[in-house]
């Protein structure tokens, strides 16, 4: 849609074919529908480092269409914005379907022709530019340029089902295995499903490889019937979904405000308070009982014991546990439930100027197609907003350049 509305606006006849009967359907869903459509906590560099080594790939574009330019565009198409915590901005109304309205707007004012209901089954090319686009019922359109923005494979239930990526690849495109991100994680352990529905606030999560530290996050994480959800357990789920996961561990930090040594003389003077207590009843002042529970067991530690009579050895594995709670992935979850893909077509064969193929000289790309993915807070919507805005821009020069060109050879 930005994409579309933006060449409309510089004048260019434009054509935006979706396969969904509505617009923007995964866009109602974001931010628990609150819409989170952009983050004004970082600059440039900063906003680029968030997501990761593909990051840099977006620092051109970021200065043709930025985070303050996202919040006037919104604002000059009625949505008025609010800053929240972290940077993360929503419509002061809190309702994804006002950002909607505005692009829906925005693409009525460039006179873009909108076909609802449409499925792209094939795009014919020839030598290194696309002719047409042949449709599920068999009718062909025609076009100087287009822009690819099929989205990934997340929430599939939206019409994010991955077609882009299968025409991209026919085109002579590389495509990175898609996988799941910002999504929850599925773990081995099976005592977990005990833990379901506890949460903790400013914890810190540590993901390992082959006992290698590869990342660490801080942050709210939700346990689950099997496994771990949360924004920080969604976040660090980017860096899963780039490694196999056999092999991946994560470490649960519950103090990350104490070092060891003092966390663990915390747990001795708790214990020489009450040395008549028993130690299930002590814990409890520092965390929920049924994590208690789960702790003393994978501790070997008998809850009926007496604090003066837990030992040096077992006190220490206690401060451990709870140090370094050692957790084994099993996997991700699926699409279904994945906020975002990570992977897609190969920034390596992508103007990052002008978002244009280097391979099809009439093609453009925009979205979360890309092999681009960043945090939850609202960096992937505006890199949406703008990949989108780039490419309609160029699309529309190119187009006009060409036109000079041909005007001035005649």
């Known amino acids: 849609m930005m994409a579309a509305g933006r060449a409309g606006e510089l004048g260019a006849r434009v054509l935006l074919a979706e396969k969904n009967k509505d617009l923007g359907i ?8 609150r819409c989170n459509f952009t983050n004004k906590k970082h600059g440039p560099k900063e906003f680029t480092r968030r997501f990761g080594k593909n990051g840099k790939f977006l620092f051109s574009a970021l200065h043709q269409f930025g985070t303050d330019d996202a919040v006037n565009f919104f604002e000059r198409h009625g949505v008025k914005a609010k800053v929240e ?10 309702k994804a379907g006002d950002i909607l ?3 829906i707007a925005y693409l009525k004012r460039g006179k873009v022709v909108v076909k609802t209901g449409v499925e792209v089954k094939k795009i014919n090319k020839e030598d290194s530019s696309i002719k047409k686009i042949v449709l599920a019922d068999g009718s062909e359109i025609a076009a100087r340029n287009y822009v690819l923005s099929t989205g990934g494979k997340s929430c599939p239930k939206t019409g994010s089902t991955g077609d882009g990526y299968k025409w991209a690849r026919e085109l002579g495109h590389t495509i990175i295995e898609p996988k799941p991100a910002l999504t929850s994680i599925v773990l081995k352990d099976r005592y977990i499903k005990s ?3 506890l949460s903790f606030s400013k914890v810190k999560i540590s993901v390992f490889k082959q006992n290698k530290k590869l990342h660490s996050i801080s942050g709210d994480i939700l346990f689950t019937n099997n496994g771990l959800s ?11 979904a780039r490694e196999d996961t056999r092999d991946i561990s994560l470490k ?3 103090f990350p405000d104490q070092e060891f040594s003092n966390f663990d003389r915390c747990l001795q003077e708790s214990f020489n308070k009450e040395p008549n207590k028993l130690l299930k009843n002590i814990l409890p002042s520092l965390i929920p009982p049924r994590l ?12 009926q014991k007496k604090a003066n009579e837990v030992t ?8 451990h546990l709870l140090k370094e709670l050692n957790l084994s992935v099993s996997s991700l979850s699926g699409f279904d439930r994945a906020y975002i893909t990570s992977g897609g077509v190969s920034l390596a064969e992508i103007d990052p100027g002008t978002m244009r193929s280097k391979i099809i000289k009439n093609l453009y790309f925009a979205g979360e197609i890309l092999d681009l993915d960043g945090p939850t807070g609202g960096y992937n919507l505006q890199a949406a907003w703008t990949t989108g805005f780039v490419a309609g821009s160029k699309a529309v020069k190119s187009q006009q350049q060409n036109s000079m060109r041909k005007r001035r050879i005649e």
């Not at 995964?26 to 529908?33: D, E, S």
């Not at 949360?230 to 899963?240: D, H, K, L, T, V």
Request: charged content about 30%; cysteine-free; aromatic content about 4%.
């Open 101 to 103: 309205n505005a692009l």
């Open 26 to 33: 995964k866009l109602l869903t974001t931010g628990n529908g």
């Open 230 to 240: 949360g924004p920080a357990i969604m976040n660090i789920s980017r860096e899963i």
């Open 252 to 254: 649960i930090d519950f």
């Open 312 to 319: 040096k050895d077992e006190r220490k594995k206690l401060a």
């Open 85 to 94: 915590d972290e940077g993360k901005v929503f419509p002061v109304s809190d």
């Open 195 to 197: 833990l379901q529905g």
């Open 292 to 303: 208690v529970d789960a702790i003393l067991k994978l501790a070997g530690i008998n809850p």
